[in-house]
Every structure is written in structure tokens, then in C-alpha cells.
């Protein structure tokens, strides 16, 4: 039975992943959930898989989260150091790093320095401290990439030589505005920018995935990953 720490529980990556862990639950027991400020639903998920540690990054939900989950024997925790909790907690094995933003960073570096396998959602761990996170994982711990396309990359790379790839393609869907000319480009809206014909994700994410930013975002973490 492994431990998993999930950081950012309640946005769609974390979800995904408490979906896998009741797929198995004779191989994965959750241990941690934190989230930024989504008190209903990080309550919702505590009731439902009873983790040792809770935490909110937003201090004020924390407070009242902590009203909600006394005497279910859940530890509650908050403001941003909550996400170091669980990154280092004890029984977790596992930490799914799913933090939006640079805000994840610390986090990455806390699981890896306390030899956490650490499953990286959040690419801007890499985009914006990938040479402290390298030297970090040089220190101790492991990293398993779960972003689809670095994901992708890595199970294609298991029992090969890195000098025998020559380079890495990241693909891309395109997004909501593939084929338009720069005359259409000009008048897109934002309501345009949010309608990803793939995937279902927050509005900062799908906004930068439909004007490609989040590719160049991409393109820098797999150079530091691979």
C-alpha cells in the first residue's frame, strides 16, 4: 500500500488522480489533500477518503475548514506552508505535485529533498527553478512527469540510452484557433480562448494552451526533465 500526497486536490488533475486512487484502493490510500481556497469540495474529498493531513493555502478557509472536519480526526493545516506539509509528510510515498503556478515550486523541492517519488504536474517547477530542481533530484528523490505530453516522453524513453535520441517532438492539438489567418487571430475572443476542443481545464491553463504559450512553457521543462 502506498501513501499519496495530493497537492491541489481539487482542481482537474487532482481529481483525475483521486479517481485512479478508487480504482485501487488495495494499492494507493490517500495521506494528503491540499487545495487554494475550494473549501467545499476539499471537504467533500476529506469526508470521502479520510487523509491524515488536510491543508488550504487560503488561511481564512483553512479556519473554517478546520470548524468542519473537528472530531473526524483529520489534521488540518493552512496558509501556503501547508503545501510543504504534505510534501514532506511521513506516510506519503507518493506526492502529486498539481499546484497552478510557481507557487508549486517550493513544494517540489521539499518532496524531492525528503526522497518523495514526486509526480510533477507542475510545470512551472521546471519552467521557473528547473537547474534547483535538478540539483535537488541529484540529492535524492525521483521524478515521474504526468503532464500528457512529458508523460508521453518518458514511458517512450523507460530502458532506452538518452544518447541514443536524437530529439524530442511535443505535439499539439492546435487549439481553438488552428488554420485561422493573423486577420481572424485579431479578433478572437475570450470566450473563443476557453472553448478547447480536447481537454476540459481551468481558464488560465486552456487560455495559454489556445495562444501556444503553454507549449513554449513546455518546450523549456523537457529540456530540464530530458
Request: with cysteine; aromatic share 4%.
Amino acid at each position: 500500500m502506498r501513501g499519496v500526497a495530493i497537492l491541489g486536490s481539487t482542481g482537474s488533475i487532482g481529481t483525475q488522480a483521486l479517481q485512479v486512487v478508487e480504482t485501487y484502493p488495495d494499492r494507493l490510500k490517500v495521506v494528503a489533500l491540499t487545495a487554494h481556497r475550494n473549501l467545499e469540495l476539499l471537504e467533500e474529498q476529506a469526508r470521502r477518503f479520510r487523509p491524515l493531513l488536510v491543508g488550504m493555502v487560503d488561511a481564512g478557509a483553512a479556519a473554517e475548514l478546520r470548524e468542519r472536519l473537528a472530531g473526524t480526526g483529520i489534521s488540518v493545516s493552512g496558509g501556503p506552508e501547508c503545501l510543504l506539509e504534505a510534501a514532506v509528510h511521513p506516510e506519503a510515498q507518493v506526492v502529486l505535485n498539481a499546484v497552478v503556478g510557481s507557487a508549486g515550486l517550493p513544494a517540489t523541492l521539499a518532496a524531492l529533498g525528503a526522497d518523495k517519488r514526486l509526480a510533477l504536474a507542475n510545470k512551472e517547477s521546471m519552467v521557473a527553478g528547473g537547474e534547483l530542481v535538478m540539483r535537488a533530484l541529484r540529492d535524492g528523490g525521483e521524478i515521474v512527469p504526468v503532464d500528457s505530453e512529458h508523460g508521453a516522453v518518458f514511458h517512450c524513453l523507460r530502458g532506452e540510452e538518452p544518447g541514443d535520441v536524437e530529439s524530442i517532438v511535443l505535439t499539439a492539438s492546435g487549439g481553438p484557433f488552428r488554420g485561422r489567418s493573423r486577420r481572424e487571430l485579431a479578433a478572437v475572443t475570450p470566450e473563443e480562448a476557453l472553448a478547447h476542443p480536447t481537454w476540459r481545464m481551468g481558464r488560465k491553463i486552456t487560455v495559454d494552451s489556445a495562444t501556444l504559450m503553454n507549449k513554449g512553457l513546455e518546450v523549456i521543462e523537457a529540456h530540464y526533465l530530458f
